[in-house]
């Protein structure tokens, strides 16, 4: 018994050094490009994009292992600052197009459960136990995790609501 | 006094006759007033009244909100009726938050509204201070608040007041009927503005072609030495304020600059008119100097309008549409904006209602540009229109940008005299737009970053915060636990 308490002590303070030692000497030094694009994300760990948040996102863009048009909350002006820091040509045709979305609360359904304000990143959505909830629009990032938690579907996304402050003037429709 | 040229400029047909004859007169009370609460420059007003309420003429109805706002009066005296949203004076249509309210006829002034005896007696700040009370902005269109530019004092080294009486778009003449009929109020207003600047130097700007209103002007500031009223050349668009500045004092405005920058502030007549009531008599800006013309409207007229009346209350007043308008516009030809419906209300920066005909608009299908560059000759800001559509219309905007999109004053020259009829105005438009949305996505991204980290920083404290109250219960009960078992065993001992 009292050899077996022993042996497995000595055992796990002999690799825990032998970590400690190797996490210092043989240290795998984090490019410095990987921290330039996730200061660029959008840092709300919506994991839209399918990685788990923005950090790995960060490393797999700058690795080269994603495209560069992968955050949707980003939309087309991430995607072309992303494609300026790391030097690639991109198609932005196709990121475009996708106006940014938004959360909205239809009152009726609600029924005040919380759930979505809790799984918010950005703290977006007002509410409280059996009080209607309601999103703010400015803090709204559009990564539908509140969306898929609803219990009563009544979370829809829609896009942001037009203002005279937002509103801008078409491109002239002419070859 | 020695003028200075500036480049560029158009000499479109003034059309001026059609309205200049016309004397100002007031417009009957409309049933229903729509009254928006962003009629200027800056952030919204905030309402202060409710549904129902009885209100005054000159009663605050909206409390101006942050630094660059100003407040909003009840343009006569009545009921509020409604407070919600209405079609704006706005080319998007989109409606925005609005008081309405349902005027009674008697027109009755609040009890508190009470002027200054000896407003030159008063500390300029103070007359800064009652300016912004009363909800006074530009009234040449930029609406932005007067007060605001009174108070630049402070932080420039200012020496001349020049007031833009030039009125350069075509067809506008409610500047030029309110210097020949209420000279005097105009330059009370000027010489109130210039005390409330500390300037001691007042040029009045005038285009030779508003001769009667020259005169006007010259006949009230004859008496006082500092004011000198200039004729100035009839060329669009003089009434650009870096322009004018230019075209008197031959200096430049740097680049994105303030005209304060190189010393004077630059105020419109109306604007005069609107400060020499609000300090004199204490009157909020609750009404303004309209022309509705153009060769669709049966009599064009100039008309005092209280702010929210509709379009189409006043062109009822003229004698409705003699033909089918093909274009209507707020404000002047040149730069103003199409008006989508005749509901939408009169606000303080609206000078004009237009309603032109296929005759008058000339509108032609555009065709390819044929780099004959008469943009660049007719461009006052320098720039190259041909260089900077061409950018725009691949989607380039930062090479739009870097070519100087942001100097363009949207004047519309260039457009002007294209003769191949490109909208060239319409494309900076889209671009300058389109360049405020990415800065807006560009801060909300910033925003919701540093509010994606609080709330993981709360996150992670909350679970500090509970892991400690463990274990702080956690040796309580222990201690607990170790008192007890004491004080059993010296029980048992």
Redesign the interface.
Known sequence: MIAAIFILTALGLALGALLGVASRFLKVEESALTGEVEALL????CGQCGFPGCAPAAAAVANGEAPVTLCP???R??AESLATLLGVSVDLSAVEDKA?MIAHIHERLCIGCTKCLKRC????IIGANDQVHAVFE??C?GCEKCWEVCPTECIEMRPAT???Q???????E?? | MKLFRIRGGVHPDDRKALAAGRPIEDLPLPALLHIPL?QHIGAAAQPVVERRQQVAKGELLARAQGMISAPIHAPTSGRVVGLGYYP?N???G?S?RTITLQPDGEDRWHDDIRGVGDPFGLESDEVAQRVAAAGVVGMGGATFPSAVKLNLRSRYQLHTLVINGSECEPYLTCDDRLMRESSDAVLDGVRLMAHALGVSRIIIGIEGNKPEALAAMGAAAAAFGAVRVVKLPTRYPMGSEKHLVQTLTGRETPARGLTADIGVVVHNPATAFAVHEAVRFGRPLVSRVVTVTGAAVAEPRNLRVPIGTKVEDLVAHCGGFTEEPERLISGGPMMGQPLRELRVPIMKGSNGVLALTRAETNRRE?S?CIRCASCVSACPCGLVPLDLAAH??IGDLDGAVSRGLMDCIGCGSCAYVCPAH??LV??F??AK??M???G???Q??A???R??????ERLEAQKRAKREAMAKAKAKRDAEAKAKAAAEAEAVG
């Open positions: 959008p840092g709300s760990q909350p980003g939309g002006a991430l940014p990143p950005t703290d977006a400015d803090a990032t037009q203002t005279v937002n509103w801008v003037w078409p491109v002239p002419f070859a | 962003q704006a706005h080319p998007s989109l925005v555009p390819p725009t219309r490109i909208p319409q494309y438009n889209y737009g389109e405020a949305a990415r807006r996505a560009k909300k991204q925003e919701t970053k509010l994606a980290e609080q709330r993981s």
